[in-house]
């Protein structure tokens, strides 16, 4: 045999060896994924995200895997694309609500039983609550689920989650992939202009669908998928969730007024402020719908104590002008701390590497949140 | 460059392709790779490391037996090794003027513990007349930089590598490589750092950063601790070993399934074993180790000895009382009676518990964090980091611990002599490619913990 076919030969095998060592790691991540391992060893993430003609993203309808960036659990996204059990429809004597928010609704921190969502529904009964959720869910991203998706639940109450400081990203943030508020006509209106783009084009083709496709069906799929969102050569330890520094105990005179001032600001805008339009269009969606609609807001101080009154009356006069009612949902929390500090201890209710209040809920957080809202919901709903 | 990452996958790739086309060259072009390779550790670092190369070189083509030669690249060695790695814990007022005048914070460099050690060991045998001198400047500067085991050993002698780096620069002949046996070394170790390392990590982390709530958990975190650092260790000294076979330089071995050890001599013939015999040879046996001396000084050279390879680790007191109660274990063990229970299964088990027990003092950030967590461990103190909150928890976690320790054994018997037959009998492009595949994707695997190896911060 020549050299040259030799050297040949001699490829082909290792190209043979490198498809076979390629299996074996996609089997290897399998068989872990079927055991109790997967709680410990390697697994690849799930990758749960298809690009959206309105929110410009979406949960994937059946994607299922585990997730492992914070806490490890198995995830199952439903058939019309929630992270939510499937949806009863023929249950017509239940109590609907939508609700919508962002990564700390979306829960995947934990198991689904465990989500403050799923709490609800078992204290409350004849109550369903219907999960629009989703990772970084902005404020714009969020009135663009409900218009689009969350009308079509025929809901009591809608309940959005809302980060305070998502409201501050708006205008700032380059939130290509995704509606945003943009100055229309001496107001806000959303804008949709991140369907042009070509990371978009690509995700809706062809190309693109066969790379979900193999995403939803191949673990090496995901693991690639992981490396390329984390960095093909990350220079530091890429553990950098990003650790919340607010000390929740001690409340400044200063912290406070900062951010008692950027509600003044709010007012002070008038109708071109971006928080006031998206009360605007989350009360007109109410008003369309026959709905009513409650904002259990986060972040809405620098920290929290029990001078908040003044703070809350204020926020409330503004949201009573669009007939939204509200919860504080980080007051609610340290007033039930304080209140049950056995069953809801600060230290146990700080989540994952967050501190009280901030941060993805762990599962006591989802219990002290269902508690929160399950008084709120069942004053609102009369139930 | 850390071993478990893309970057040192693509860079290892592109020096094995270049050493298989220009295998003439394949000495410089090791020594070129090598220096690329601690360029990427710093400049501060690579100017130290050549710094220290120069000093050791030109001061060891003098004349070999002068003993006072010796003291003079000693003290040199220690003093440049104790600036970057003790000043702060033997002078730390003058140590943090100092970083205010600089107006920065010099960082320790990386892997000056393993290459300090072992250009000493390299003078010390020169004078000792038991090494042939290295007179070739580039010659001693691949002794030093070797880039597969410059940060974290194994700390490789002269008479070891010298003849193999002599046939690298000055002979055409390469010898035989079974490449599957380096693979499977490397696919050994990324195994054991990216599968096990990195898994256990923040579950130990946890348990040490929060006192443990329970005797389950504080026993289970430093078992896990145990594991942690041993496959971290290891995993970096297997494709250590491996990368450097592939390319021709035979390495050491470092360790051998040290929990398997029944006593603690056993222990450190499996564990570290290059700096153990560095210790040894180079410590305890000068200072008298070994002879027969009066009780109270061969106890003495013990706790020394074993207190300086405490503090090797690091410069903090729970290094050294690490390295002091080893001494003293070791010391105690050889008074033990032996009877039918040496080796025995209870044996090893009281030894593996005394392990468990000093792991802590290495791994807690102080001595009274130390001291908490092991009245934790005998149920005399509490804290509130619970693992295992029901019996069916604790059974899953007791039978999760022993496939770790059945994960030693299955490595027993990987090292035994048929399977190495069967390795060189597959030393094929179809396996090699299995291995290679096997690495890569173990690298590309993004992970939870993802942490530098432990050692690299000795």
């Not at chain 2, 460099?109 to 580039?138: C, M, N």
């Not at chain 2, 044996?347 to 003092?361: D, G, K, N, P, Q």
């Amino acid at each position: 045999m020549s050299l040259s076919r030799l050297t040949k030969q001699n490829h082909l095998h290792l190209l043979l060896g490198l498809i076979v060592g390629s299996l074996i790691i996609e089997c290897s991540f399998r068989i872990i994924e079927l055991t109790l391992l997967w709680k410990v060893l390697p697994v690849a993430e799930i990758s749960l995200f298809k690009p959206d003609y309105y929110s410009g993203y979406r949960f994937r309808e059946n994607a299922e895997g585990i997730w492992t960036t914070e806490n490890r659990t198995k995830i199952k996204i439903s058939s019309i694309g929630l992270r939510d059990n499937e949806i009863n429809n023929e249950l017509s004597d239940m109590y609907r609500v939508v609700m919508v928010g962002d990564s700390i609704a979306e829960a995947l921190q934990v198991d689904l039983n465990d989500t403050f969502q799923a709490l609800l529904e078992k204290k409350i009964k004849k109550l369903e609550v219907i999960n629009l959720s989703m990772s970084g869910a902005v404020p714009s991203v969020q009135v663009a689920l409900m218009k689009h998706y969350g009308t079509n639940f025929n809901a009591n109450a809608m309940l959005y989650i809302v980060d305070a400081g998502d409201f501050d990203k708006i205008n700032t943030q380059n939130s290509s992939g995704f509606p945003k508020y943009m100055p229309y006509k001496e107001s806000y209106s959303l804008d949709y202009s991140f369907r042009d783009n070509a990371n978009y084009q690509f995700r809706t083709s062809k190309a693109g669908q066969l790379i979900y496709w193999m995403l939803s069906h191949s673990r090496l799929a995901l693991i690639a998928n992981s490396r390329k969102n984390r960095g093909l050569f990350p220079k530091k330890n890429i553990q950098n969730i990003n650790v919340h520094t607010n000390n929740n105990e001690s409340c400044s005179a200063d912290l406070q007024a900062t951010m008692n001032s950027k509600w003044d600001l709010m007012n002070s805008y008038g109708s071109e402020n971006v928080r006031n339009v998206f009360l605007r269009d989350i009360a007109a969606i109410s008003n369309k719908n026959s709905t009513k609609t409650i904002l259990a807001m986060r972040n809405i101080h620098g920290c929290i104590d029990n001078n908040s009154q003044e703070l809350h009356e204020f926020v409330k006069k503004i949201l009573d002008g669009y007939d939204i009612d509200f919860v504080d949902l980080d007051y609610e929390l340290y007033q039930l701390s304080n209140s049950y500090p056995e069953r809801f201890p600060k230290d146990k209710l700080k989540g994952f590497k967050s501190s009280l209040g901030y941060g993805h809920l762990n599962e006591k957080g989802h219990e002290a949140y269902s508690e929160i809202l399950k008084v709120k919901l069942k004053k609102f709903l009369m139930l | 460059m850390s071993f478990n990452s893309l970057v040192f996958f693509l860079f290892y790739l592109l020096i094995f392709f270049l050493v298989k086309r220009i295998s003439k060259y394949r000495g410089v072009i090791l020594l070129s790779g090598s220096l690329l390779f601690y360029f990427f550790a710093g400049i501060t670092d690579i100017c130290l490391v050549i710094f220290s190369i120069l000093i050791n070189y030109f001061l060891s083509l003098k004349v070999t037996e002068n003993k006072a030669r010796l003291f003079l690249i000693i003290f040199c060695n220690v003093v440049i090794l104790s600036f970057f790695k003790y000043r702060y814990f033997f002078v730390p007022d003058i140590s943090y003027q100092l970083d205010d005048i600089f107006n920065t914070k010099i960082l320790l460099p990386l892997g000056i513990s393993f290459y300090t050690f072992q250009i000493l060991s390299y003078q010390i045998d020169l004078y000792r007349k038991k090494v042939e001198q290295i007179k070739s400047l580039k010659e001693f500067s691949f002794f030093v930089l070797f880039f597969p085991q410059v940060i974290a050993g194994p700390i490789v002698r002269a008479n070891k590598l010298f003849p193999q780096i002599k046939n690298l620069f000055r002979s055409n002949h390469s010898r035989l490589i079974i490449y599957t046996f380096g693979l499977l070394l490397c696919v050994q170790g990324v195994v054991k750092k990216v599968v096990f390392a990195d898994s256990l990590a923040p579950y130990s982390d946890a348990i040490f950063n929060n006192t443990p709530a329970d005797v389950f958990t504080a026993w289970l975190g430093s078992y896990l601790f145990a594991f942690q650092i041993y496959f971290d260790f290891s995993g970096y000294c297997d494709i250590a070993i491996g990368a450097a076979y592939i390319l021709g330089i035979k390495l050491p071995v470092n360790f051998r399934q040290p929990y398997l050890a029944v006593n603690p001599r056993d222990f450190w013939k499996r564990w570290h074993i290059t700096l153990s015999n560095w210790i040894r040879d180079y410590i305890y046996i000068p200072l008298g180790g070994g002879q027969n001396k009066k009780i109270f000084f061969s106890f003495l050279i013990l706790i020394s000895t074993m207190m300086l390879a405490g503090l090797w680790h690091g410069a903090n007191w729970t290094f050294i009382v690490w390295g002091a109660i080893w001494g003293g274990y070791i010391y105690f063990s050889r008074y033990m009676p032996k009877n039918r229970l040496s080796g025995s299964l209870i044996h090893w088990f009281f030894h593996f518990s005394i392990v468990l027990l000093l792991w802590v003092i290495f791994r807690s950030s102080s001595m009274s964090d130390a001291l908490t967590y092991i009245q934790v461990m005998f149920g005399f103190q509490h804290g509130n980091y619970a693992v295992g909150l029901n019996h069916v928890d604790k059974l899953l976690i007791v039978l999760g611990c022993s496939l770790l320790m059945f994960a030693h054994q299955i490595e027993k018997i990987s090292a035994s002599k048929k399977v190495l037959f069967l390795v060189k009998k597959y030393d094929n492009s179809i396996v090699h490619g299995i291995l290679i595949a096997i690495i890569f994707w173990l690298l590309v695997y993004p992970g939870d913990s993802n942490t530098p190896f432990i050692y690299f911060r000795f």
